[in-house]
Protein backbone atom coordinates (compact mmCIF):
# COMPACT_ATOMS: atom_id res chain seq x y z
CA UNK A 1 0.00 0.00 0.00
CA UNK A 2 0.78 4.04 -0.30
CA UNK A 3 1.29 4.21 3.50
CA UNK A 4 3.51 1.55 3.69
CA UNK A 5 6.03 2.82 1.01
CA UNK A 6 5.57 6.40 2.31
CA UNK A 7 6.46 5.17 5.70
CA UNK A 8 9.61 3.11 4.01
CA UNK A 9 10.53 5.71 2.09
CA UNK A 10 10.56 8.05 5.24
CA UNK A 11 13.12 5.45 6.79
CA UNK A 12 15.53 5.14 3.90
CA UNK A 13 15.40 9.55 4.12
CA UNK A 14 15.79 9.34 7.29
CA UNK A 15 18.98 6.75 7.81
CA UNK A 16 20.75 9.08 4.99
CA UNK A 17 20.58 11.95 7.25
CA UNK A 18 21.56 10.02 10.11
CA UNK A 19 24.40 8.89 8.12
CA UNK A 20 24.99 11.65 6.53
CA UNK A 21 25.26 14.13 9.73
CA UNK A 22 27.60 11.40 11.53
CA UNK A 23 24.65 9.90 13.80
CA UNK A 24 25.47 6.67 12.75
CA UNK A 25 27.90 5.11 10.87
CA UNK A 26 28.17 3.77 7.43
CA UNK A 27 28.39 0.10 6.67
CA UNK A 28 31.97 0.57 5.42
CA UNK A 29 33.42 2.80 7.73
CA UNK A 30 33.25 4.50 11.36
CA UNK A 31 32.59 8.13 13.15
CA UNK A 32 34.60 9.47 15.48
CA UNK A 33 33.81 11.79 17.68
CA UNK A 34 35.66 14.50 18.57
CA UNK A 35 35.83 16.10 21.97
CA UNK A 36 35.05 19.81 22.33
CA UNK A 37 38.99 20.66 23.91
CA UNK A 38 40.33 18.64 20.25
CA UNK A 39 37.99 20.89 18.00
CA UNK A 40 41.10 23.11 17.02
CA UNK A 41 43.51 20.45 15.91
CA UNK A 42 40.81 18.49 14.10
CA UNK A 43 40.39 21.62 11.97
CA UNK A 44 43.74 22.09 11.12
CA UNK A 45 43.31 18.37 10.48
CA UNK A 46 41.02 18.84 7.75
CA UNK A 47 43.36 20.18 4.80
CA UNK A 48 44.92 16.41 5.31
CA UNK A 49 41.63 14.62 4.30
CA UNK A 50 42.37 14.84 0.64
CA UNK A 51 45.90 13.39 1.59
CA UNK A 52 44.21 10.57 3.78
CA UNK A 53 41.92 9.85 0.85
CA UNK A 54 45.05 10.08 -1.83
CA UNK A 55 47.73 7.74 0.14
CA UNK A 56 44.98 5.50 2.06
CA UNK A 57 41.99 5.51 -0.48
CA UNK A 58 39.76 6.28 2.73
CA UNK A 59 37.13 8.69 2.15
CA UNK A 60 37.65 11.38 5.12
CA UNK A 61 34.52 14.06 5.80
CA UNK A 62 32.66 15.73 8.16
CA UNK A 63 29.39 15.00 9.34
CA UNK A 64 28.75 17.85 11.81
CA UNK A 65 31.33 20.22 14.05
CA UNK A 66 32.41 17.21 15.80
CA UNK A 67 31.82 14.12 13.64
CA UNK A 68 33.93 12.73 10.89
CA UNK A 69 33.29 9.70 8.68
CA UNK A 70 35.55 7.64 7.54
CA UNK A 71 34.70 5.49 5.46
CA UNK A 72 35.64 2.89 2.36
CA UNK A 73 38.35 0.39 2.07
CA UNK A 74 40.61 -1.78 3.58
CA UNK A 75 42.65 1.30 5.01
CA UNK A 76 39.61 2.45 7.34
CA UNK A 77 41.89 1.71 10.43
CA UNK A 78 44.69 3.11 9.22
CA UNK A 79 43.06 6.68 8.50
CA UNK A 80 41.34 6.64 12.13
CA UNK A 81 44.78 6.35 13.58
CA UNK A 82 46.15 9.12 11.48
CA UNK A 83 43.27 11.26 12.63
CA UNK A 84 43.36 9.66 15.80
CA UNK A 85 47.15 10.53 16.22
CA UNK A 86 46.17 14.65 15.48
CA UNK A 87 43.76 14.33 18.46
CA UNK A 88 45.87 13.08 21.01
CA UNK A 89 43.76 9.46 20.73
CA UNK A 90 41.53 11.00 22.37
CA UNK A 91 38.10 10.35 19.83
CA UNK A 92 36.07 8.19 20.37
CA UNK A 93 34.84 5.80 17.97
CA UNK A 94 31.27 4.63 16.30
CA UNK A 95 30.60 1.27 14.23
CA UNK A 96 27.51 0.67 12.09
CA UNK A 97 25.91 -1.40 14.41
CA UNK A 98 25.84 1.84 17.18
CA UNK A 99 28.30 0.44 19.31
CA UNK A 100 30.95 3.49 20.74
CA UNK A 101 33.75 2.69 21.59
CA UNK A 102 38.18 4.18 22.23
CA UNK A 103 40.94 3.40 20.69
CA UNK A 104 41.76 0.84 22.68
CA UNK A 105 39.26 -1.06 22.08
CA UNK A 106 38.84 -0.34 18.58
CA UNK A 107 42.22 -1.80 17.80
CA UNK A 108 41.06 -4.95 19.53
CA UNK A 109 37.89 -4.83 17.50
CA UNK A 110 39.89 -4.69 14.36
CA UNK A 111 42.15 -7.59 15.39
CA UNK A 112 38.83 -9.67 16.08
CA UNK A 113 37.12 -8.70 12.76
CA UNK A 114 40.29 -9.50 10.21
CA UNK A 115 41.01 -13.08 12.68
CA UNK A 116 37.14 -13.54 11.99
CA UNK A 117 36.93 -12.82 8.18
CA UNK A 118 40.10 -14.85 7.82
CA UNK A 119 38.58 -17.96 9.51
CA UNK A 120 41.44 -17.91 12.19
CA UNK A 121 41.46 -18.22 15.63
CA UNK A 122 45.14 -15.77 15.95
CA UNK A 123 44.48 -12.10 14.83
CA UNK A 124 46.24 -9.70 12.94
CA UNK A 125 48.62 -6.87 15.01
CA UNK A 126 47.32 -3.63 14.67
CA UNK A 127 49.56 -1.92 17.06
CA UNK A 128 49.68 1.32 14.77
CA UNK A 129 45.73 1.86 16.41
CA UNK A 130 47.30 1.50 19.86
CA UNK A 131 47.98 4.80 21.63
CA UNK A 132 51.37 6.09 22.47
CA UNK A 133 50.74 6.11 26.17
CA UNK A 134 49.80 2.92 28.50
CA UNK A 135 46.57 2.62 29.53
CA UNK A 136 44.86 2.96 32.76
CA UNK A 137 42.95 0.25 34.86
CA UNK A 138 39.56 1.37 33.93
CA UNK A 139 40.97 1.24 29.76
CA UNK A 140 42.39 -2.62 31.20
CA UNK A 141 39.04 -3.71 32.27
CA UNK A 142 37.06 -2.42 29.20
CA UNK A 143 39.09 -4.15 26.41
CA UNK A 144 39.32 -7.36 28.76
CA UNK A 145 35.71 -7.44 28.79
CA UNK A 146 35.46 -6.92 25.43
CA UNK A 147 37.78 -9.73 24.69
CA UNK A 148 36.23 -11.69 26.57
CA UNK A 149 32.85 -10.83 25.57
CA UNK A 150 30.96 -9.50 28.57
CA UNK A 151 28.77 -6.43 29.87
CA UNK A 152 31.42 -4.67 31.80
CA UNK A 153 29.11 -3.71 34.43
CA UNK A 154 28.59 -7.43 35.55
CA UNK A 155 32.12 -8.05 35.41
CA UNK A 156 32.83 -5.20 38.14
CA UNK A 157 33.37 -7.05 40.90
CA UNK A 158 36.54 -9.54 39.54
CA UNK A 159 39.94 -8.11 39.47
CA UNK A 160 42.01 -7.22 36.57
CA UNK A 161 44.16 -10.62 36.71
CA UNK A 162 40.75 -12.53 37.21
CA UNK A 163 39.81 -10.85 33.83
CA UNK A 164 43.01 -10.97 32.31
CA UNK A 165 43.27 -14.91 32.78
CA UNK A 166 39.91 -15.94 31.71
CA UNK A 167 40.63 -13.71 28.64
CA UNK A 168 43.95 -16.05 28.06
CA UNK A 169 42.23 -19.55 29.34
CA UNK A 170 39.47 -18.23 26.70
CA UNK A 171 41.77 -17.47 24.05
CA UNK A 172 43.86 -20.69 24.68
CA UNK A 173 41.10 -22.97 24.98
Known sequence: GAKENIDRAMQLINACIAEWTGQCAPKDGVVL?????????LNMLAGQFQQIFLTLGAMVR?????????QGGPNVPR????????LDWKGQLLLHGGQAMDAWSYAHYC??????????????SFVFLLPPT???????????????????????????VE???????????
Not at 62 to 70: A, E, P
Not at 111 to 124: F, H, L, N
Not at 163 to 173: F, N, R
Open 134 to 160: DPDAATVRRILCVALCVNEEAERTSTL
Open 79 to 86: AVAWIQNA
Open 163 to 173: LATKALLQHHS
Open 33 to 41: ICPTQQLPK
Open 111 to 124: EQAVGSAMGRSTVE
Open 62 to 70: YGSDTRVIV
